[in-house]
Structures are given as structure tokens and as C-alpha cells.
């Protein structure tokens, strides 16, 4: 038995703990505030870092694409330009050597793109060369389609990978060094995959470098991992997806390829399966919209060195699982009606070798796209689940295309700061109609609803799952700064960067989470 003052001092020593971890406040600190848009409705495509200067693509509403070069300490705009006044398709961006990189295809008289071009800035915005990169013969018409640009992380060298949509498919690989000379070119064709795959296995498109300059990507049918040499071109299909681990009509979405560490890359997938919607609907401009059930998560380790592979797993989520999830916002009310469900999921590969999936549901109704909730799952590098939780967020973007905007505040931002995973995300707080922290309702974000929000992050403890604090501002309490969803979640899944709308300023910020 241990005494009384033993026990007083424990239980002091807890509380005063709760109220510590309670007291806590996630500060933010500006790294750059976007220059003002001609236009309304900014959309931050990408934001890249020099150490003195900051660089930002700025979307307007319409098909013109902003470039400003902007002074860290003086917020002053070193340059400004659009990128058409450059060529008329981006093919990819990056930096090289402490020189920003914008890759593109330049059309000719007859209007075909002919030219892969390159422009390259320094830190202050000044043009230093500019040149072709590749231009186009017989065997590259591919180039006209779907070229894509992938920079190294270290800024030594670039991948450029095009698909064209032929009977075999063809796909044009080349991989230029730090001064964009070209070190190697192939190209490779497959057979095209069915439909219903297609649908199913949509995934990150991002090469994975090694530390030699070699990269991995996805097997153009989804189905493996691939190795290019920097130097000798392609070795053969090093591993395949075990496909016939699956049940009968189960498929793999969302496939994500991640070096989860020096040593090792990640491939993710959700176990899934076609089912039918509700009623069936054709939304204007898609077409017939799918609906799937979740089953459960697939995982395979793969070495980077040996080329092999370490392990493969698929966990199904069991019955009790599912019932444990948030009720859709279609589920609340009875005269709703889902037409399609899908989902949506981000990988966190973590310092100690594990990772985090975070899927997300998504629903849609007969006026309202539906960001309903979260399952956060931390795992074993060989995918095992060491805990689970889900978080309902509620979030809803009017379907008519008007309102496409306001889905810029209907996403949330998922960093990694001091051991937690910090959720931050915006939510209406309507108290005509009840508080959305505790009942699920609708969260429809406008530009005018945005004082009317509230502003939400959650901590949660990396290594026990446990929730540590649960902060909430409005507008007129202490942060007048607002999430901007797409920014974070098509760019930086992890961090450190965010995009928000802060309402002093009545301009956009790119922040970062301040560390304790």
C-alpha cells in the first residue's frame, strides 16, 4: 500500500500532467506570405525554399498560372511573371544545383508540342539559361500527352516519364543529370490494364530515389515495383503484388510506392471492393460514379539493396472495426442518399522505421461532396497495426461547380511534430444547429463562413494512439488563420508546409508548425 502522501503526490503529478498537455497551444510561424493575385481564389500549386528566398505558383481562377520569386526577410517580390509567358504546358518544377527548374513543352507553328524546354532562375528570380532539354523525334511522340517532370530530392538530377495511350501502351523514361544533360532514354510498352483496375489501383505517381542516383517507380499496371539504372536503363520487373491473395472481386486501391528508409521501400494499397451505390446517378461531367467498400489494408517491404522481397501482408479490418467507424453523413439523415463512396489515403513513413496510413471517406450526396472521416493506423514496417483510431470530421463541399472554391477549406493538413501527428482542419461552428464536435453534421465551407468556423487541431501521441489535446479557435479568439485543404494534402502529406488564409492580412500564408 503505498501512503497517502505518496498517493496525493502521484495524483498531483498527473494532474498538474493533464493540464500541462491541456495548456499546450500549436503555434505556427510564417515562412511566406503569397503576393496578391490579379484574380480571386488562389490556389498555391507549389512552393519551393531557397535559404534567402521562397518561390510560389499561384493558380487563379482561371487557367493563368502566377510566378513570384518573393524576399524571406523583406516580403518584397523579386519577380513576377506568368508561366505562359514561358511555353504553354508545365511539364515540372523543381530545384537543381540552387537554381529553380521549370520544365515545359513548347508548341511549334503547326501547334503540337515539339520541344521539351528548360528555364533556370537563381534564388532572386533572374533568368540564367533556358534551352531544349529533348526535342521530339519519331519515337517520342508520347511526349505530347502525358509528360511529367521528377526532380532528386538532393537536387543532383531529373527523371522525365511520358505514357502514350496506344495498343501496347508505350512509355518514354529519360534521366538528365545536374547540368540537364541526358544520361539515358528508354522506351518500354505493356499491355493496357482493364478498366475496372484502372479504377481500383489510381496511385502516387512520385519516383523513389536511391542514394546512387537509381529510382523505383510503379509498374504502369500497378502490379510491381521497377528499377531504372542512372546509368545502364531498365533491369526486369523485380517484384510483384500477390494478387492472388485476394478474394473474389477484392482489388488494391490506392497504391502507394514510399522509401520508408535507407534500406527499404513501402508498398501501400487498401483492400477494396466494388459494391453498389444507393440509387444510381451520372454526375454531370464525370460520368457514372463508383462506390466501394473498404476491406482492409495491403503492405509489402521491398530491399533497396538486395532487391527482394521482405515481406507482404494484407490485414482485413474485422466486423467489429467497421462498426467502430463514424456513421457517414448519409447514414445521419435519413433522406440522404449516397450515390458514390470512395476513399482517399496518405502514408507517413516515420524516423524509427514505422509508418502511419491515414484514409480518409469520402461520400457523395445528391448536393454536397462529403469528407465524412479519418482512420489513422500506425504500423510495423512489415504493415502489422500496433493501434488504430478513427476521427470524424464532417467536412462538405456543394457539388455544383460554382462552389468548386470553397473545397480549398474542406481538407485537412497532417504534420508530424514532437513525437505527435497533429490533424488540423477548419469546421463550421453552427450552434442553431447543434455543436459539429459532438453530433455529425455538415461542415459547408464558403468564403463568407469562414468567421464563422472554427479552427481545429488534434495531437496525438505517435507511439500510443492516445489523444493529447484537442485545441479549438474561432475567428475572433487567437489564430485568424483558417486552412487551405488542398495545399497540404496534394503537396506535402507530412509537412512541414501548410497553406491557410489568415483574415488580418486578408492574404494567404504558407506556415510551418513552431517545434517545443
Not at 14 to 27: H, I
Not at 147 to 170: C, H, I, M, R, W
Not at 347 to 367: A, K, Q, Y
Not at 406 to 424: H, R
Request: aromatic share 12%.
Amino acid at each position: 500500500m503505498l501512503p497517502q502522501f505518496t498517493k496525493a503526490l502521484l495524483g498531483f503529478i498527473l494532474l498538474f500532467s493533464a493540464l500541462a498537455l491541456q495548456a499546450q497551444k500549436t503555434e505556427f510561424e510564417t515562412i511566406g506570405i503569397v503576393p496578391e493575385s490579379k484574380r480571386d481564389f488562389n490556389k498555391v500549386l507549389n512552393f519551393f525554399e531557397f535559404e534567402e528566398s521562397y518561390v510560389v505558383l499561384n493558380s487563379p481562377k482561371t487557367n493563368a498560372k502566377e510566378l513570384f520569386f518573393v524576399d524571406k526577410k523583406s516580403g518584397a517580390v523579386l519577380m513576377e511573371s506568368e508561366l505562359e509567358d514561358y511555353f504553354m504546358t508545365r511539364v515540372g518544377m523543381g530545384i537543381i544545383k540552387n537554381q529553380f527548374v521549370i520544365i515545359g513543352l513548347e508548341p511549334e507553328e503547326d501547334e503540337f508540342y515539339s520541344h521539351v524546354v528548360y528555364y533556370c532562375f537563381n534564388p532572386k528570380g533572374e533568368l540564367l539559361k533556358k534551352g531544349v532539354l529533348l526535342k521530339e523525334m519519331a519515337n517520342k511522340g508520347q511526349l505530347r500527352e502525358k509528360a511529367q517532370a521528377y526532380f532528386d530530392p538532393k537536387g543532383n538530377f531529373l527523371v522525365l516519364k511520358s505514357k502514350k495511350e496506344s495498343e501496347p501502351e508505350t512509355i518514354y523514361t529519360a534521366a538528365f543529370d545536374a547540368e540537364l544533360s541526358l544520361l539515358n532514354e528508354t522506351n518500354e510498352t505493356f499491355q493496357s490494364v482493364k478498366q475496372v483496375d484502372k479504377s481500383l489501383r489510381a496511385a502516387n505517381q512520385e519516383l523513389v530515389f536511391d542514394e546512387e542516383g537509381n529510382f523505383f517507380f510503379l509498374a504502369e499496371d500497378r502490379s510491381g515495383i521497377r528499377l531504372a539504372q542512372r546509368i545502364d536503363g531498365y533491369t526486369s520487373l523485380k517484384i510483384r503484388m500477390n494478387f492472388d491473395a485476394l478474394g473474389i472481386g477484392e482489388g488494391l486501391g490506392l497504391v502507394h510506392l514510399n522509401k520508408l528508409n535507407e534500406d527499404s521501400l513501402l508498398i501501400s494499397a487498401l483492400v477494396m471492393k466494388e459494391g453498389e451505390p444507393e440509387r444510381e446517378y451520372s454526375y454531370v461531367g464525370i460520368g457514372k460514379l463508383k462506390f466501394f467498400n473498404l476491406l482492409g489494408y495491403y503492405n509489402s517491404l521491398y530491399s533497396i539493396y538486395d532487391q527482394e522481397l521482405i515481406s507482404e501482408k494484407i490485414i482485413y479490418f474485422s466486423e467489429e472495426e467497421k462498426k467502430a467507424w463514424p456513421l457517414t453523413h448519409a447514414a445521419t439523415e435519413k433522406y440522404r442518399v449516397s450515390f458514390s463512396q470512395s476513399f482517399d489515403q496518405r502514408i507517413l513513413p516515420l524516423e524509427n522505421g514505422n509508418f502511419l496510413s491515414i484514409t480518409e471517406h469520402r461520400n457523395l450526396i445528391l448536393d454536397s461532396f462529403i469528407r465524412d472521416f479519418l482512420i489513422i493506423t500506425l504500423h510495423e514496417p512489415n504493415g502489422d497495426i500496433i493501434w488504430t483510431k478513427n476521427i470524424a470530421k464532417y467536412q462538405g463541399t456543394p457539388s455544383e461547380i460554382n462552389y468548386q472554391n470553397y473545397y480549398f477549406f474542406t481538407s485537412f493538413s497532417s504534420v508530424i511534430v514532437d513525437q505527435q501527428l497533429k490533424l488540423i482542419y477548419s469546421q463550421r461552428n453552427d450552434t442553431t444547429r447543434g455543436n459539429i464536435i459532438n453530433k455529425p453534421q455538415i461542415s459547408v465551407m464558403t468564403k463568407g463562413d469562414m468567421k464563422k468556423a472554427q479552427h481545429k487541431i488534434i495531437s496525438i501521441d505517435l507511439k500510443t494512439g492516445e489523444t493529447l489535446t484537442e485545441e479549438l479557435a474561432n475567428y475572433e479568439e487567437n489564430y485568424p488563420r483558417f486552412l487551405r485543404g488542398e495545399f497540404s494534402e496534394d503537396l506535402f502529406p507530412a509537412g512541414p508546409y501548410i497553406l491557410m488564409r489568415d483574415f488580418e492580412l486578408d492574404r494567404d500564408v504558407v506556415v510551418k508548425l513552431k517545434s517545443n
